[in-house]
């Protein structure tokens, strides 16, 4: 399904794409389609919540009695009854049918009906997991300057930036918002809301 | 003071110009974000809430439930226009909207749903004034265990109609209070869970979780989706025939009645609503058989349906505090973050807030039909935002909406881990909405909890020796059957062939609707299946 759907980034529909379509950099051996990246197996989420579950059960274990004065219920009573109950959970999760058989078939059933025109899939990487990566990626970057620059310069880069590399291709529409729509949200925000953002090296 | 003085009193709130324009962009804006694709009613009133913040209570609630019923309406233009959904409650409106606009049609069908809709909203209304007073008082009577058992029965009640899968939502469900108990226990100051972080002192912000598992992890799926063309020709006319108005009156009036008592039911909202109606519709109807290829009464049926629906869910929310969906559980917290605690007391209490609301909500009907008839060609521009640009826009919205909160780059770290958490958790079919409902009411659970039992000594026993509270109980336990039983079932029954899926015969859809969780999971049949902007439902058993 992934081969003939896969449009090619100008928009252009997807039939041939499989044939001429250069692999893009950072292309997986096998491809990995997009509904399938990050979705895991009853027994690896059964394992990850059991393990958070315990993790959990341990903090709640070690949380100190409150003694001052007698109390029914204790801060670590309900901590400790739902840890046990996420901890059978994780077992019951663990032991599930594989979803996957029937997801298969009918996710690839709905996604090879004919699309009319339809949008190629944003980003550039050829594996979606890189794909969120680097854009969970962008958003931390964008977090970690937030303060430093300032609101306006930060959301200026990551809009335009993200919306560049995204492929949007009016390159001067993106400048203008990029550069327009973070000063209107500032003074939106700052002058008419009063939630201060941060100015960074800008004067105002 | 009578039931219509009491109207008259709350037009009097609702009619203030500042208020009518709180009315205004509420809807409107409710409007823009629901015609989005992958933008649900939740993720509206999330990113509103931050310009909530400044504003009187009162207006705060009667913009935010203008942005509620607003993005509803919002998903059915986008069903119409290009059969992909923004809200899992107009999943249905597409099964015979969008075959309209392909027959050029599809200027009738948003102004059936603009009509429907209206009449869904209004007659909802009634039936909200009508309930809400009488549950109010006799659950001003409810004490910390019955108060309890309620949250209990919410929560499941959430979790079994949230998601294909009973476990999953369960583990949300903990999850989310688990995430509730995080910070200074109020009660005996012993600090919870906070890794010796004080930005975590005070709990984990109900709105950071919000933006994250809905808005931003919408957005991670945006990501990877690509877009359905559909029909981009323009809206034709919208001129209603007097024998089409005829044909649609019975429907919508019926599935009007119908979606309001689904709405107002704990756990069912407006998707559950607009299945069951148009199932119920297709089987009344002589020309049942012509559903599904532009009948405009399967346009009717469920637009009616889901506008009642989103009213009817008020009456659990502002009688009893207890929210009886994923998106009412969003204007709760909302509400608590605005510092008010809705409930049975509200009536009494902050009866301007209640009645202010309520004709705020007959205003916002006639604002949504005055708004969308004559400018849907307008508005349908609005679906041609590249997702290129809009996927940077909502996380630049997330982000503000955060920092506005605590001024605190903490936060927005939090923010991008919930954002990451929420974009598995849909990936691999867990539903939001018990987490957030979770989240919210964890806190006040273990509050009551402490209570009952500092007033019974410690004895667990008061929870099942109170009739109410053992019946809330019983009622919670009873709900979460239908979702074993199903369980069951599917373990003995061999899978249906998948090529039926999409095409299966809708009529059959409330036994495939049960599997989405009210607006919260608008995306959830697109996460499963990676049918992307289609977002039609496929039935999985």
Same mark, same amino acid.
């Given at each position: 399904?992934?081969?003939?759907?896969?449009?090619?980034?100008?928009?252009?529909?997807?039939?041939?794409?499989?044939?001429?379509?250069?692999?893009?950099?950072?292309?997986?051996?096998?491809?990995?389609?997009?509904?399938?990246?990050?979705?895991?197996?009853?027994?690896?989420?059964?394992?990850?919540?059991?393990?958070?579950?315990?993790?959990? &059960?341990?903090?709640?274990?070690?949380?100190?009695?409150?003694?001052?004065?007698?109390?029914?219920?204790?801060?670590?009573?309900?901590?400790?009854?739902?840890?046990?109950?996420?901890? /059978?959970?994780?077992?019951?999760?663990?032991?599930?049918?594989?979803?996957?058989?029937?997801?298969?078939?009918?996710?690839?059933?709905?996604?090879?009906?004919?699309?009319?025109?339809?949008?190629?899939?944003?980003?550039?990487?050829?594996?979606?997991?890189?794909?969120?990566?680097?854009?969970?990626?962008? &958003?931390?970057?964008?977090?970690?300057?937030?303060?430093?620059?300032?609101?306006?310069?930060?959301?200026?880069?990551?809009?335009?930036?993200?919306?560049?590399?995204?492929?949007?291709?009016?390159?001067? /529409?993106?400048?203008?918002?990029? &550069?327009?729509?973070?000063?209107?949200?500032?003074?939106?925000?700052?002058?008419?809301?009063?939630?201060?953002?941060?100015?960074?090296? &800008?004067?105002? | 003071?009578?039931?219509?003085?009491?109207?008259?009193?709350?037009?009097?709130?609702?009619?203030?110009?500042?208020?009518?324009?709180?009315?205004?962009?509420?809807?409107?804006?409710?409007?823009? !974000?629901?015609?989005?694709?992958?933008?649900?009613?939740?993720?509206?009133?999330?990113?509103?809430?931050?310009?909530?913040?400044?504003?009187?209570?009162?207006?705060?609630?009667?913009?935010?439930?203008?942005?509620?019923?607003?993005?509803?309406?919002? +998903?059915?233009?986008? @069903?119409?226009?290009?059969?992909?959904?923004?809200?899992?409650?107009?999943?249905?409106?597409?099964?015979?909207?969008?075959?309209?606009?392909?027959?050029?049609?599809?200027?009738?069908?948003?102004?059936?749903?603009?009509?429907?809709?209206?009449?869904?909203?209004?007659?909802?209304?009634?039936?909200?004034?009508? !309930?809400?007073?009488?549950?109010?008082?006799?659950?001003?009577?409810?004490?910390?265990?019955?108060?309890?058992?309620?949250?209990?029965?919410?929560?499941?009640?959430?979790?079994?109609?949230?998601?294909?899968?009973?476990?999953?939502?369960?583990?949300?469900?903990?999850?989310?209070?688990?995430?509730?108990?995080? +910070?200074?226990?109020?009660?005996?100051?012993?600090?919870?869970?906070?890794?010796?972080?004080?930005?975590?002192?005070?709990?984990?912000?109900?709105?950071?979780?919000?933006?994250?598992?809905?808005?931003?992890?919408?957005?991670?799926?945006?990501?990877?989706?690509?877009?359905?063309?559909?029909?981009?020709?323009?809206?034709?006319?919208?001129?209603?025939?007097?024998?089409?108005?005829?044909?649609?009156?019975?429907?919508?009036?019926?599935?009007?009645?119908?979606?309001?008592?689904?709405?107002?039911?704990?756990?069912?909202?407006?998707?559950?609503?607009?299945?069951?109606?148009? @199932?119920?519709?297709?089987?009344?109807?002589?020309?049942?058989?012509?559903?599904?290829?532009?009948?405009?009464?399967?346009?009717?049926?469920?637009?009616?349906?889901?506008?009642?629906?989103?009213?009817?869910?008020?009456?659990?929310?502002?009688?009893?505090?207890?929210?009886?969906?994923?998106?009412?559980?969003?204007?709760?917290?909302?509400?608590?973050?605005?510092?008010?605690?809705?409930?049975?007391?509200?009536?009494?209490?902050?009866?301007?807030?209640?009645?202010?609301?309520?004709? @705020?909500?007959? !205003? +916002?009907?006639?604002?949504?039909?005055?708004?969308?008839?004559?400018?849907?060609?307008?508005?349908?521009?609005?679906?041609?935002?590249?997702?290129?640009?809009?996927?940077?826009?909502?996380?630049?919205?997330?982000?503000?909406?955060?920092?506005?909160?605590?001024?605190?780059?903490?936060?927005?770290?939090?923010?991008?881990?919930?954002?990451?958490?929420?974009?598995?958790?849909?990936?691999?079919?867990?539903?939001?909405?018990?987490?957030?409902?979770?989240?919210?009411?964890?806190?006040?659970?273990?509050?009551?909890? =402490?209570?009952?039992?500092?007033?019974?000594?410690?004895?667990?026993?008061?929870?099942?020796?109170?009739?109410?509270?053992?019946?809330?109980?019983?009622?919670?336990?009873?709900?979460?059957?239908?979702?074993?039983?199903?369980?069951?079932? =599917?373990? =003995?029954?061999?899978?249906?062939?998948?090529?039926?899926?999409?095409?299966?015969?809708?009529?059959?859809?409330?036994?495939?609707?049960?599997?989405?969780?009210?607006?919260?999971?608008?995306?959830?049949?697109?996460?499963?299946?990676? @049918?992307?902007?289609?977002?039609?439902?496929?039935?999985?058993?």
């Amino acid at each position: 399904m992934s081969e003939n759907t896969t449009a090619r980034r100008d928009g252009a529909p997807a039939e041939g794409a499989a044939q001429g379509r250069p692999r893009r950099p950072w292309a997986p051996r096998t491809p990995i389609l997009p509904e399938r990246a990050f979705r895991f197996s009853p027994r690896t989420l059964g394992i990850a919540v059991g393990l958070f579950a315990i993790g959990y &059960l341990v903090l709640a274990f070690q949380m100190p009695a409150y003694t001052a004065v007698e109390v029914p219920v204790q801060p670590s009573t309900l901590p400790r009854w739902l840890g046990v109950a996420l901890l /059978v959970l994780a077992v019951l999760l663990f032991f599930q049918r594989k979803p996957e058989e029937t997801v298969a078939e009918s996710g690839g059933e709905a996604a090879d009906e004919p699309r009319e025109g339809g949008e190629p899939r944003l980003g550039r990487l050829d594996d979606p997991r890189l794909e969120i990566g680097l854009f969970v990626g962008a &958003l931390i970057a964008y977090i970690a300057v937030f303060e430093l620059l300032g609101f306006i310069l930060s959301t200026a880069l990551y809009l335009g930036s993200m919306t560049w590399y995204l492929g949007y291709r009016r390159h001067l /529409v993106n400048a203008v918002v990029a &550069l327009t729509l973070p000063f209107a949200f500032y003074a939106g925000m700052t002058w008419g809301l009063d939630v201060t953002l941060p100015s960074g090296p &800008l004067p105002f | 003071m009578g039931m219509l003085d009491q109207l008259m009193y709350g037009f009097g709130i609702a009619l203030t110009p500042e208020n009518l324009l709180y009315v205004f962009i509420g809807v409107l804006a409710g409007t823009i !974000i629901g015609m989005l694709p992958g933008l649900g009613p939740m993720s509206a009133i999330a990113l509103m809430i931050p310009i909530a913040y400044g504003m009187d209570p009162t207006s705060a609630i009667i913009m935010l439930a203008g942005v509620y019923y607003g993005a509803i309406f919002g +998903g059915s233009t986008s @069903s119409i226009l290009l059969n992909a959904p923004g809200v899992a409650g107009t999943v249905a409106t597409s099964f015979d909207g969008y075959p309209m606009a392909l027959k050029g049609q599809a200027g009738k069908a948003l102004a059936i749903a603009a009509i429907c809709s209206f009449v869904g909203g209004t007659i909802s209304v009634v039936g909200l004034m009508a !309930i809400a007073p009488s549950l109010a008082s006799f659950a001003v009577s409810f004490g910390p265990v019955e108060y309890f058992a309620l949250m209990v029965l919410g929560l499941t009640a959430v979790v079994s109609l949230g998601g294909r899968n009973l476990v999953k939502g369960l583990v949300s469900a903990v999850v989310g209070v688990m995430i509730a108990l995080v +910070g200074i226990d109020s009660q005996t100051a012993i600090v919870r869970f906070t890794f010796d972080l004080p930005e975590l002192y005070e709990g984990v912000e109900f709105l950071i979780v919000a933006l994250g598992v809905f808005a931003l992890a919408e957005v991670l799926v945006m990501l990877n989706q690509r877009g359905k063309g559909g029909v981009r020709k323009g809206v034709t006319s919208l001129r209603l025939s007097r024998r089409e108005i005829a044909q649609i009156t019975p429907p919508a009036l019926r599935s009007s009645v119908l979606g309001f008592f689904t709405g107002v039911l704990p756990g069912a909202g407006a998707t559950v609503a607009s299945f069951l109606s148009y @199932s119920m519709e297709k089987k009344i109807a002589r020309d049942g058989d012509t559903f599904g290829e532009g009948n405009p009464k399967g346009v009717a049926a469920p637009e009616a349906a889901n506008n009642a629906a989103a009213v009817g869910s008020f009456v659990p929310l502002m009688t009893l505090g207890v929210p009886g969906s994923g998106t009412t559980a969003i204007l709760l917290g909302a509400l608590m973050v605005l510092g008010v605690q809705p409930g049975p007391m509200m009536l009494s209490q902050n009866p301007d807030m209640f009645w202010g609301v309520v004709a @705020s909500m007959y !205003i +916002g009907s006639v604002v949504l039909l005055i708004l969308n008839l004559p400018l849907i060609p307008l508005f349908a521009k609005v679906l041609n935002t590249p997702r290129t640009m809009l996927v940077p826009l909502v996380v630049v919205f997330c982000v503000v909406g955060v920092y506005g909160l605590s001024f605190s780059v903490f936060d927005l770290g939090l923010l991008a881990a919930f954002g990451a958490i929420g974009f598995l958790m849909r990936r691999n079919d867990f539903p939001a909405a018990p987490l957030i409902l979770g989240l919210i009411l964890g806190g006040l659970m273990e509050t009551n909890m =402490r209570r009952a039992l500092q007033i019974s000594d410690g004895a667990w026993s008061v929870f099942l020796t109170e009739p109410i509270s053992a019946g809330l109980l019983a009622v919670a336990v009873l709900s979460l059957l239908p979702a074993l039983v199903r369980v069951l079932r =599917r373990r =003995r029954t061999p899978v249906e062939p998948a090529g039926s899926a999409a095409t299966a015969d809708t009529g059959d859809e409330p036994e495939g609707t049960r599997d989405e969780s009210e607006d919260g999971s608008a995306t959830a049949p697109v996460s499963g299946s990676g @049918s992307g902007a289609d977002g039609r439902v496929p039935p999985r058993d």
